[in-house]
């Protein structure tokens, strides 16, 4: 049983940094889960309190019904992959995978099956007696995850592991890492700020802010179903579209009233709202925008920028004050300056509470 349950944990360094603020999640056993957030989050200094590189200071860490908060490292059974692959360069790729195993006095023969079979899983038998500054990074990442592989831990754990392969390496390296774990099915904590890994490659996402745990769900409820501003903004590319409004109440019933956009709103916010002028803000998704005739509009905007993508264009709107990223499809016939309808698909409008952030309905 290697689920990872953290309690109420924080941690508060010498220097009075708060880096991570009453943090509770259950990581369930076998699960992919990827801790997400901007650069100085907390993320880091999480998953080195369940590596045991760092002592909470509160709360409490377990894996299964034992606590592991003050256990050492090595009584933890978790191996961790770093950005820096730190392999030993005077070792070859051999040497490096056995060392772990060297260290816990695993018998010659037993370290030589144990290298064969890791090695086969990650296909980096032609390597073997290579030495790290003869390898591509992709292979040098590759016998990094080996070495974690090769002693069997319960968890792992990965702090940001692809961040220094170029872009189509990182996108050929997830996929690996999906196969990956769907064979050895271990539990996997990963931590990325690439939106884009948590979302391809994840059981779940825990959103991560300023220490603070955000929203944790499968990655198409943490798109579908933002919790608040923040997650709403961190996940998806392009962004999200944000626009300033009131709820107001209308003949019709309530309406989101923005700067350049009206529409109404009774089914996001229920019967909760009074119509009393709150300030909200709309997030809108690029691709629940349509450019163009023939839907209902919504009004007309002026197309500030076209940017084809080959496979998509994205075209940014003035609408009222606001700039508006809407999708189109390739080879969009739209040009600079132009006023065309628009609409939106007002059935996949998230609306945040201005003050707060946090979403209603
Ligand atoms: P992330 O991995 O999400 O980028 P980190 O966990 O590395 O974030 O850092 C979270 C916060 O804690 C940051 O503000 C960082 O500067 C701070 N921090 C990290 N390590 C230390 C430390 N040893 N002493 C003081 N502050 C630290
Ligand atoms: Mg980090």
């Not at 769900?217 to 999200?240: D, H, K, M, Q």
């Amino acid at each position: 049983m290697a689920n990872v349950v953290l309690s109420n944990v924080q941690k508060r360094f010498a220097d009075g940094t708060i880096a991570v603020h009453d943090f509770s999640l259950e990581v369930e056993d076998g699960e992919f889960l990827t801790f997400l957030g901007p650069s100085g989050c907390g993320k880091t200094t999480t998953l080195r309190m369940v590596a045991g590189l760092e002592t909470p200071s509160a709360g409490t860490i377990h894996f299964g019904n034992r606590r592991i908060d003050d256990l050492e490292p090595g009584e933890r059974n978790v191996a961790m992959v770093f950005q820096s692959y730190a392999l030993y360069p005077h070792m070859t790729v051999g040497e490096n995978l056995a060392y772990p195993l060297r260290k816990r006095g695993v018998p010659k023969p037993e370290r030589d099956t144990r290298v064969a079979a890791t090695a086969k899983l990650l296909q980096i038998e032609p390597l073997l007696a290579r030495r790290p500054k003869q390898l591509s990074g992709g292979q040098q990442q590759r016998v990094a995850l080996g070495r974690a592989i090769i002693r069997d831990p319960d968890v792992f754990l990965l702090d940001e592991p692809l961040s220094n392969l170029d872009a189509t390496l990182r996108a050929y390296m997830r996929a690996e890492l999906v196969q990956l774990h769907r064979r050895i099915g271990k539990t996997m904590i990963y931590v990325t700020h690439d939106q884009v890994e948590a979302m391809t490659m994840s059981t779940r996402i825990a959103v991560m802010h300023q220490g603070r745990l955000q929203q944790v769900g499968p990655p198409s409820e943490v798109y579908e179903r933002p919790l608040n501003r923040f997650v709403a903004s961190f996940v998806g590319t392009p962004a999200i579209n944000f626009i300033d409004g009131r709820i107001s109440a209308t003949g019709d019933g309530l309406a989101f009233v923005g700067d350049g956009l009206v529409f109404p709103i009774a089914d996001q916010v229920g019967g909760a709202e009074s119509g009393g002028g709150r300030p909200v803000v709309a997030g809108i998704r690029p691709e629940d925008v349509t450019i163009g005739g023939g839907q209902p509009g919504q009004g007309d905007a002026e197309v500030l920028v076209v940017e084809p993508l080959g496979h998509e264009t994205l075209v940014v709107l003035r609408v009222g004050t606001s700039q508006v990223v809407a999708r189109a499809p390739a080879r969009s016939d739209v040009t600079p300056g132009q006023r065309l309808p628009f609409s939106i698909n007002r059935q996949r409008v998230h609306l945040f509470d201005a003050a707060t952030g946090d979403r209603l309905g």
